[in-house]
């Protein structure tokens, strides 16, 4: 069985930094892309960036193009999400989570990503 655990989360001034781990685990070799979500109080689940597990292909989500970076350690079985220019708007628990449909590209749609981290707390306040 296939596990995800996030790591990496905390408490950051605005303008800060921040980079999240997600260490993949058990039958990697199903994984066809990872993404990053968050969720925040009382808000839906967004996607926020997702990289192809076998090639260099990354999809970001306006909200955070430019200010937030996904990347892959092969050797590692472990996906990073860096996140720059941190605002307090970025509060939220974050996941990551893996897409085995086959689907060829990135998603953004949540159903389509079936295995979850427990999520990392992201606070970012003065």
């Known amino acids: 069985q296939m596990q995800l655990v996030e790591s990496g989360g905390g408490l950051v001034q605005p303008g800060g930094s921040l980079r999240l781990s997600c260490a993949a685990s058990g039958r990697t070799s199903d994984i066809g892309a990872m993404g990053w979500f968050r969720q925040a109080p009382g808000k839906e689940r967004e996607f926020l960036a997702g990289i192809r597990w076998s090639s260099t292909y990354t999809r970001y989500a306006d909200s955070v193009k430019g200010r937030f970076t996904i990347s892959r350690a092969d050797a590692l079985n472990t996906v990073y999400l860096q996140m720059d220019s941190l605002k307090p708007e970025d509060t939220a628990v974050y996941y990551c989570?893996?897409?085995?449909?086959?689907?060829?590209?990135?998603?953004?749609?949540?159903?389509?990503?079936?295995?979850w981290g427990q999520g990392t707390q992201v606070t970012v306040s003065s």
């Open positions: 989570a893996a897409d085995r449909t086959g689907f060829g590209g990135v998603t953004s749609r949540r159903e389509a990503y079936d295995i």
